[in-house]
C-alpha cells in the first residue's frame, strides 16, 4: 500500500495506516454510498472523512498504475492548490493506494470535516430559492475562474456554505479530483462549459447565467443563449 500524509496528521499516522481495514469492516459512521463510499471515522478526538473510489477494471488498473494518478492522489494535490490559489476546500489528510499482482486496486481519500450547510438546498432544492445566496455563489465562482480553477463536477451539492455575522456568505468547494488550473482566467468558453453542470433546473440555471454574464460584463442574452444551447448539448448526450 502506497500512504502519503499531512505533516500536521503525523501522529495520527499508525491510526491513518489502518484506514483501509477499517473502512473493509465497515467501521465508521456510513455518510454515502453510490459509486463511492464515504464514512466518519473517529480517533482520539479527531474526525476523519474517508471517501473510498470505486475498484477499477482492468484498463483502469494499468493507467493508474503506470501513466496517470489515481482520483485519490489527485483529490489529495488538488486540495493544496485549491487553497494555494485562495479557493478554500476541506483539508487533506492523506490519501492511500492499494495494489495487487504490482497493479492499483482502490484508493481512499481522508480530508477533514465540514459541516457547512449545501447550496443545493437552498437553491436548487426550494421552490421560492435564495436569490442573495446565489448571487453570492456566482461571485464565488467568478473568483474561483480569475484564479485559475475550473472544478471538474461543478454542481451545487458540492458547494458547501455559511453564513457569517456579517451576512457574507463563506465556501468551501468538495469533490474536487476532476478539477482543471489555468494560468489565470481561463477562456470565455471553459468558463461556460465549465458551469454547464451547475443545475439542470431552468429557471435558476438562467439566474444563475444572467449573474455570471453580469459580473464579467458579458452580454447577458447573448451569453444566456449560448449557455442553453450547451446545457440542451449535455442533457441529450446524458441520455443516450
Known amino acids: ?38 464514512r466518519r471515522m473517529e480517533h482520539q478526538g479527531k474526525v476523519f472523512i474517508v471517501k473510498r ?6 484498463i483502469q488498473r494499468l493507467v493508474y498504475t503506470f501513466f496517470r494518478r489515481t482520483k485519490a492522489a489527485r483529490a489529495y494535490l488538488f486540495a493544496q492548490e485549491f487553497r494555494r490559489r485562495g479557493i478554500d476546500t476541506p483539508r487533506e489528510i492523506a490519501y492511500m493506494e492499494t495494489f495487487s499482482h504490482g497493479l492499483f486496486t482502490v484508493g481512499y481519500f481522508v480530508s477533514e470535516e465540514c459541516l457547512w450547510r449545501e447550496v443545493a438546498i437552498d437553491l436548487r432544492n426550494r421552490e421560492d430559492y435564495d436569490r442573495d445566496l446565489g448571487r453570492a455563489v456566482i461571485q464565488h465562482l467568478v473568483l474561483m475562474h480569475s484564479r485559475g480553477v475550473l472544478h471538474g463536477d461543478l454542481n451545487l451539492t458540492n458547494f458547501l456554505y455559511r453564513r457569517e455575522a456579517d451576512g457574507h ?10 478539477s482543471h488550473f489555468t494560468d489565470g ?9 465549465n458551469m454547464v453542470r451547475i443545475t439542470h433546473r431552468r429557471d435558476l440555471y438562467e439566474f444563475l447565467i444572467r449573474q455570471y454574464a453580469l459580473l464579467r460584463g458579458w452580454p447577458i442574452d447573448a ?4 449557455s442553453l444551447r450547451l446545457l440542451d448539448r449535455f442533457e441529450h448526450k446524458r441520455l443516450f
Open 53 to 58: 473510489y470505486k475498484r477499477v477494471n482492468a
Open 1 to 38: 500500500m502506497k500512504l502519503v500524509f499531512s505533516d500536521t496528521y503525523r501522529e495520527y499516522a499508525d491510526y491513518i495506516r489502518q484506514i483501509p481495514e477499517l473502512f473493509e469492516r465497515g467501521e465508521g459512521e456510513l455518510l454515502y454510498s453510490e459509486r463511492n463510499e464515504v
Open 169 to 178: 456568505y463563506r465556501f468551501m468547494l468538495i469533490d474536487i479530483n476532476r
Open 223 to 226: 451569453t444566456l443563449r449560448q
Open 185 to 193: 482566467m481561463p477562456s470565455d468558453s471553459q468558463c461556460l462549459h
